[in-house]
């Protein structure tokens, strides 16, 4: 194996242009399901596959200076003879030139979908070796198996075993065997991770390689390694396995973290430095899952939640405490940090992969809650409200008072009652009539993020004109304020009470 990996660096080093390469892809999270997987497959396809002119790499989706984070991985590869410095890292190899030379294919293991930076990459690849959810939909050019086990590491060794076992030797089956161990925490069904499949593989793995260590031993090993945070800082620990997702106005970042709750709330000036971590990298909310074992190598899971905008931690705890597919049944738990809102999680077979569906409904809702062409409301910092409203990219504040100044102009409508129907009221962005605007604030008003009445002011959107080609409005929205609103309602109040007052006089005039 550490000779497949020194001449897989040196091919690379010394590669011809027109050699084609195959990189076999972990996920961002690059865990050891993930490392192994893409070791393993990747020596598999070198063995077995007739590409004399393919370089099959393996690659782990991280920079070379975050693998020292992976503890676990770092002791476990170690302990097997591979040699970190053999290893390929993302940064340093440039999968999209290689991309643009028409050089590059793709298998993509323990993930099936491409992040947004890598979406040029889709249409190379080849082959999806899975275990959680399908995202991607399925092409006559891409080989895909996706089934929710364990591990993805044990769909991995049943390809071997299924296609060519004779690879089979004792440094392949300990890597593997230990990744699914480890992965499905030590077999253990009441920890909510394995399944029949990992468990049978598992034990063919032994059946033929009896020299295997015994199954709590591997365990124990991987596990204290992986827990091992001693020496972190703060931002390490959070970037140790973390997964990051975006939706309407919410960067969010989701760490496990490996200590228990009560140890991690009291680390020195754990507040600043979290604040600190999400204002470097660009997340506006980061959930910390932490996960600790008891005696019984049961998992004890918690929750912690931060953000410096109170609006946005509100909104992310509510969805969590309401989630019922899984139940996270979530108890408060006492925080000494002002803008951490912690919890014990009672439903410990809940890990942070079937969390992450929930926070997904969750950006997906807040995103369908943006309305379309006018821009994203911005988030005022601990303040409960969205008060920074982008309007045709200006930034402009939209406070309670001009909110208070808009109803007042929505009052004067309603007096006019059915003379506004003579106006387009559309040219200055609204809905047909008022009605229409009250239903959608109304509607809105119902979405879990809407948490203070601020919130429930939104504009319409960009209106068409169905008498010109495309929409007078193209080139953004006029600069707006509530004295624009103010100004511009007045005079079609104005306009329309004296409208009404012609017809009247009109009409006096013809009867007599």
Do not use: W
């Amino acid at each position: 194996m550490n000779q497949f990996l020194e001449r897989c660096k040196n091919a690379l080093e010394n590669e011809h242009d027109d050699a084609r390469v195959h990189v076999v892809l972990g996920n961002e999270a690059c865990d050891l399901d993930s490392v192994v997987s893409a070791i393993t497959l990747a020596y598999f396809l070198a063995k077995t596959s007739s590409e004399k002119r393919t370089v099959f790499i393996p690659l782990l989706n991280i920079h070379r200076s975050e693998f020292p984070l992976r503890t676990e991985i770092t002791f476990f590869l170690k302990q097997n003879s591979i040699l970190a410095e053999n290893l390929v890292f993302r940064d340093e190899l440039h999968l999209h030139a290689l991309h643009n030379a028409g050089r590059l294919s793709l298998t993509l293991v323990d993930h099936n979908v491409l992040p947004s930076t890598d979406a040029v990459l889709e249409d190379v690849v080849a082959e999806v070796i899975d275990h959680r959810p399908l995202e991607r939909k399925k092409t006559a050019s891409c080989q895909i198996t996706s089934e929710l086990v364990g591990s993805c590491t044990t769909l991995i060794t049943e390809k071997i075993m299924q296609e060519d076992p004779e690879i089979l030797d004792v440094q392949l089956a300990t890597l593997l065997h230990g990744t699914i161990v480890l992965d499905c925490i030590n077999m253990a069904p009441e920890a909510g991770k394995v399944t029949q499949k990992d468990t049978d593989i598992v034990s063919r793995l032994e059946a033929r390689f009896p020299e295997l260590q015994p199954r709590h031993s591997i365990f124990e090993a991987l596990q204290s390694a992986k827990f091992d945070v001693s020496g972190l800082t703060t931002e390490q620990m959070l970037r140790k396995d973390l997964k990051s997702l975006s939706g309407g106005d919410i960067s969010l970042a989701i760490s496990a973290v490996y200590v228990k709750l009560e140890v991690f709330l009291k680390r020195p000036a754990l507040q600043k430095e979290i604040g600190e971590f999400c204002q470097k990298h660009g997340y506006n909310i980061l959930i910390a899952m932490t996960i600790a074992f008891n005696e019984n190598n049961e998992p004890f899971r918690e929750i912690a939640v931060y953000s410096r905008y109170t609006d946005i931690r509100d909104c992310v705890c509510k969805y969590l405490e309401k989630a019922t597919n899984p139940h996270l049944r979530l108890t408060s738990v006492q925080s000494t940090h002002p803008a951490i809102r912690a919890y014990h999680q009672g439903n410990t077979q809940a890990s942070r992969k079937k969390v992450l569906p929930i926070i997904k409904d969750f950006l997906k809702d807040r995103e369908n809650s943006v309305t379309p062409g006018v821009g994203q409301a911005g988030i005022s910092e601990d303040s409960g409200t969205c008060e920074d409203l982008q309007l045709g990219g200006e930034e402009q504040l939209i406070s309670s008072e001009d909110i208070g100044v808009i109803s007042e102009v929505e009052e004067r409508l309603r007096d006019v009652g059915e003379v506004t129907d003579l106006f387009d009221v559309t040219e200055v962005g609204f809905e047909e009539d008022v009605d229409q605007r009250e239903s959608c604030t109304a509607s809105c008003r119902d979405q879990p993020e809407y948490v203070a009445a601020d919130e429930d002011f939104q504009l319409p959107p960009t209106p068409m004109n169905s008498l010109v080609e495309g929409c007078p409005l193209d080139n953004g929205l006029p600069k707006l304020t509530a004295e624009a609103f103010l100004e511009r309602f007045s005079k079609i109040v104005v306009d329309a009470e004296n409208t009404a007052a012609g017809k009247k006089v009109k009409s006096e005039t013809s009867e007599s």
